[in-house]
Every structure is written in structure tokens, then in C-alpha cells.
């Protein structure tokens, strides 16, 4: 090759690596490029979790047939622990197997509406909760055969003649604050013994067995309860009655599955 021709060839080569340098794009540029081009997977929208509607038991269903109402599809802001539905309860075993529900005469559940509106306009942080409602005759006969034949008797009913309970016309309540903890009352609700006795709170408190605070949450449960017209049971601060017995068995009928 002529020393001519190769000079043009040089000159030819760098001009092409010359421009093939322009056309290529600076670093950011590059980048930008890049960025433009590459593909970012779809991330589909998480759809909401369906939770399905909670399906009421055979008991909760009876209760409903037989023209009681659920407390919580009256006033939801009301708690519920029902205590004879765990072994968590003075007979040590479990009542209520299906029930979790409280269930009242349809009055009555509006008469313990009522008492929560009264209780909310003094503290409006705190709650009733309902420890037991409704009670099926068939749980009033295993509550008896514990306490039958003991001193014990006089806190349950004898089945036998029925309890204002097996009529949806009578509510064991208590107190709860905004975090859901339990006021303090004095005695759990269950004790069976004269600490829970309204009739001896004035003396209870003179001999160091209750405080007089426990005592005056005793009374804004009471003092709202009797608000709505509930009558509270001397021997057990937690248990209030919407009628006497001898209405609630000439005017309703009583709770047996």
C-alpha cells in the first residue's frame, strides 16, 4: 500500500470513530436513556380483606327466635365478656359453650342502652360491660347443683322457680375504662360473700374490707342503672333486675334449651 492511500484510510477511520463518539449520548444522558427505557413491573393494587360476617350459633339463634335482641345491635358501644362462656366462673367449667352474645327482652336491652347514655354523660371514658345476660334454664340447673345444699345457695336461683336471668329480664354489669381494664369494685364479679353486699357498704369501708372509692364506683354503676330503671339485688353489686319476678313470669316466657 502507497504511503498516499494509507494516509487517507487513517483519516477515513478516525473520522468515522469521531462520529460515532458524537452520536453516543453523555453519562447523564446515557442514564436518562436508560431510565426512560427500562420497564418497571405493575404493582397491582392490594385488594381490601373480606372478613365474613360472623355466623350466629343454634343458642344465639334460639335466643333471637324467641324475641330477644343482642345488646351490641342496640348500643355497640357497650362491652361484652360473658363469663360462664369460659371455665373462668365460680362452677369451674364451661356453661355457655355457644354463646358469646348478650341477649336481653328487647326493653330491656333498651333500658340498658339507657343506663350506658347516663353513665356517658359523668364518664364519658367509661363503659358498661356485661358479664351476663340472658341465661338459658338448662345453665340455671348446672349453676344449682354446684351451690345446692350449701350456704352458697343464696346467690343462684333455684331453677325450679326460675331466676329473672332465664327471661332475659335481669344483666350482671360492671365498669371499664377507655383501655377496656376493669373499675375496681371491691370483689370480682362472682364473689359470693358480704363484700359484695350493697346493704353493708358503710360498714365494709368503716372495717377495712372495702375503700370508700370502691364504694363510690359501686354507686355510678348503681346511680345509672337505677337512672334507667334497673333495681339493683342487695346480696351482689353487679346484678341488676328489670321487672320482679312474679312480672317477668306472668309477661314472658322463660329461656329452656
Known amino acids: 500500500m502507497n504511503r498516499t492511500l494509507s494516509h487517507w484510510l487513517c483519516i477515513f477511520f478516525f473520522s468515522l470513530s469521531l462520529s460515532a463518539c458524537a452520536n453516543q449520548p453523555s453519562a447523564p444522558e446515557q442514564s436518562a436513556v436508560l431510565a426512560e427505557e427500562e420497564e418497571f413491573p405493575v404493582i397491582p393494587e392490594e385488594e381490601p380483606e373480606i372478613v365474613p360476617a360472623r355466623v350466629k350459633s343454634g343458642i344465639e339463634q334460639k335466643m333471637e327466635k324467641a324475641g330477644l335482641v343482642n345488646v351490641q345491635d342496640i348500643d355497640p358501644s357497650i ?92 344483666v350482671d354489669v360492671s365498669l371499664v375504662d377507655a383501655s377496656g381494664k376493669a373499675i375496681d369494685m371491691g370483689t370480682p364479679f362472682d364473689f359470693f360473700g358480704p363484700e359484695a353486699h350493697i ?8 372495717n377495712g374490707k372495702l375503700t370508700q372509692q370502691q364504694v363510690e364506683n359501686r354507686l355510678i354503676l348503681r346511680n345509672a342503672m337505677k337512672a334507667a330503671g334497673f333495681k339493683a339485688l342487695r346480696t351482689e353489686w353487679w346484678h341488676f333486675n328489670a321487672c320482679t319476678r312474679e312480672e317477668a313470669r306472668s309477661r314472658y316466657k322463660v329461656i329452656d334449651f
Open 199 to 206: 346493704d353493708k357498704e358503710t360498714l365494709l369501708v368503716k
Open 79 to 170: 362491652s361484652v365478656h360473658l363469663v360462664y362462656a369460659t371455665e373462668d366462673n365460680f362452677t369451674g367449667t364451661l356453661l355457655y359453650d355457644s354463646l358469646h352474645l348478650a341477649y336481653l327482652l328487647p326493653h330491656v336491652a333498651g333500658m340498658l342502652a339507657n343506663a350506658q347514655q347516663v353513665l356517658k354523660n359523668t364518664h364519658p371514658e367509661w363503659s358498661i360491660i356485661v358479664y351476663d345476660a340472658a341465661r338459658p334454664l338448662s345453665a340455671q340447673r348446672k349453676m344449682w347443683d354446684v351451690v345446692k345444699g350449701t350456704p352458697l345457695n343464696i346467690y343462684v336461683s333455684n331453677p325450679a322457680k326460675t331466676g329473672l336471668h332465664n327471661y332475659g329480664a335481669a
